[in-house]
């Protein structure tokens, strides 16, 4: 059993920056990989940006160059620093758990509004 929960969300006006916190507790094994989601109303949900426990990094194409992803020395923590938002980027941001001893289930925060706009 792992619990997801993020933080950090809000409004913000187009080029502006959001950093955005998640912090997991249970059990969390070694060979892991957190990362974000986003879900903007119609559209399916969507990879942002994924970060292993090797310190790999994944990003959507979209947010390449505008947004960060990283995770504490502990690795219970991931943050995403977004920067130079667009309206576009406007969705409801999920925190996503996943490892090897769980076969890869995917597991969810309750999910964080960014709304970009002026």
């Known amino acids: 059993q792992v619990q997801l929960v993020e933080s950090g969300g809000g409004l913000v006006q187009p080029g502006g920056s959001l950093r955005l916190s998640c912090v997991a507790s249970?059990?969390?094994?070694?060979?892991?990989?957190m990362g974000w989601y986003r879900q903007a109303p119609g559209k399916q949900r969507e990879l942002v940006a994924t970060?292993?426990?090797?310190?790999?990094?994944n990003y959507a194409d979209s947010v390449t160059g505008r947004f960060t992803i990283s995770r504490d020395s502990a690795k219970k923590w991931v943050y995403l620093q977004m920067n130079n938002l667009k309206p576009e980027d406007t969705a409801v941001y999920y925190c996503?758990?996943?490892?090897?001893?769980?076969?890869?289930?995917?597991?969810w925060g309750q999910g964080t509004q960014v709304t970009v706009s002026s």
């Open positions: 996503n758990y996943k490892d090897l001893s769980r076969g890869w289930r995917d597991y």
């Open positions: 249970g059990s969390i094994f070694s060979i892991n990989v």
């Open positions: 970060i292993a426990h090797t310190g790999s990094t």
